[in-house]
């Protein structure tokens, strides 16, 4: 069987959860049982039809491109629409508007950029505009605070969140940089190449301090420890960076109010004065401890999670959905979304290892790299094992931003494998 033919038949499976999932919950909202088959069928062929028609562009643009990376993401969609419908169906009809967006910018990334070399060339403009994306949230009159970071922009009615985009922007760049010092670099380090290395990590700083975007902070770095490894094969250089971050993490955690709220938050999640506190407190991630502990092995059902208005589990489309998600599918349902996610992993790192030129290596081992962390971090913050942070869980949290950007981060994972998987 082609690839081709492969990645259509593991479509299936994605229309699948969303009939099984919407069906699922109408059910448990007491539709009519009539209503509940031929509503749910009615969108899962919706979906169905649409990742087809990203197929098709697939299948005449990037005919050797992996065949399981696009049936993943949209198991994951599968799996978001599903729950955020189950939250709001206002949101989820907002998420379908911006899956649909993502589509459509997935496939113009797809068609424009199907040769992603020329991308070298403007390294410098993109490091630039990835500079800017990042600063914008704190650009009077655009800043949009949530939580007491600086994450959106507010343009009239639309708000978004620049880091999405930028963190695309620094991997290129990086990808790009590295691809031509990185013989220099594994053989005799120079003063001069510590340059990138101060770069990234004073953006990190800026990103922990000035933005107060914690999570973003760590995945920038850490795709970037990730590269300069591939790159040089060199552990000095990561342990030179991991103390960095650690050294600036423990400095800005014990004189920034703020990153001391987050620090004491995760420490102690139950501490009564925490717990009760308006700002800062703890209260977010102490529910969603109770929440994933309340799930149990198979969980308690779809609808049977407590929302707000009682508040019971705050933020549950965005921050707290994988609690949301471990507390109705159970640790069965969470560790299998949690596969999928690795899977992805797998599948882009797979393509760094089968590229052949130094850019496209390391241009997938970033876009990879990246990818991980970021699951990493929002998992790791809700399970407690790192403070708890405003990024998003791919493909599955509400948020238009997100989308967008990691469909144009799959776009170019797929144009990568494309021409890693070609025949010779």
């Not at 876009?367 to 942070?389: D, R």
């Amino acid at each position: 069987m082609s690839a081709r033919n492969r990645e259509l038949l593991a479509l299936v499976p994605a229309a699948l959860l969303v009939a099984g999932g919407f069906a699922a919950v109408f059910l448990q909202q007491d539709e009519l049982h009539a209503e509940v088959s031929n509503l749910s069928l009615t969108i899962a062929a919706w979906f169905l039809g649409l990742c087809l028609g990203a197929h098709i562009i697939i299948r005449f643009t990037l005919p050797h491109a992996d065949p399981y990376l696009f049936p993943l993401v949209a198991i994951l969609a599968s799996v978001g629409l599903v729950e955020i419908y189950r939250i709001d169906e206002t949101l989820a009809r907002d998420q379908a508007t911006w899956f649909v967006g993502g589509l459509v910018v997935f496939a113009a990334t797809i068609v424009l950029l199907r040769d992603y070399r020329p991308l070298e060339r403007y390294r410098y403009t993109i490091a630039l505009a990835g500079i800017v994306l990042l600063l914008l949230p704190r650009v009077p009159f655009l800043d949009a605070q949530v939580n007491g970071a600086y994450l959106g922009v507010a343009i009239g009615p639309i708000t978004f969140q620049p880091a999405e985009l930028a963190k695309i922007c620094m991997i290129i760049f990086l990808a790009s940089y590295l691809r031509d010092t990185r013989q220099v670099m594994a053989q005799k380090l120079r003063l001069k190449d510590l340059g990138p290395l101060l770069v990234i990590w004073g953006t990190s700083m800026v990103l922990l301090v000035f933005i107060r975007d914690l999570g973003s902070s760590l995945m920038f770095f850490g795709g970037f420890l990730a590269l300069v490894y591939v790159a040089t094969s060199r552990l000095s250089l990561v342990a030179v960076g991991l103390g960095m971050f650690a050294a600036g993490a423990a400095f800005f955690a014990t004189t920034v109010p703020h990153v001391k709220d987050r620090i004491a938050a995760w420490q102690d999640p139950f501490d009564p004065e925490l717990f009760n506190a308006q700002v800062g407190g703890s209260y977010q991630i102490a529910q969603s401890l109770f929440a994933q502990a309340d799930g149990g092995l198979f969980g308690t059902g779809f609808g049977q999670a407590v929302l707000e208005p009682r508040s019971i589990l705050p933020a549950a489309e965005t921050d707290l959905i994988y609690a949301l998600i471990t507390n109705e599918l159970g640790l069965f349902g969470a560790a299998a979304l949690i596969g999928v996610y690795l899977f992805i992993v797998e599948r882009g790192f797979k393509t760094a290892m089968l590229a052949e030129d130094s850019f496209s290596k390391l241009l997938a081992t970033g876009l990879t790299a990246v990818f991980a962390l970021q699951v990493f971090v929002i998992v790791g913050g809700v399970t407690k094992l790192i403070p708890l942070t405003g990024v998003t869980l791919p493909f599955v949290s509400y948020g238009g931003s997100s989308v967008i950007a990691n469909f144009i981060l799959l776009a170019l994972l797929l144009t990568v494998s494309n021409r890693a998987r070609a025949p010779r």
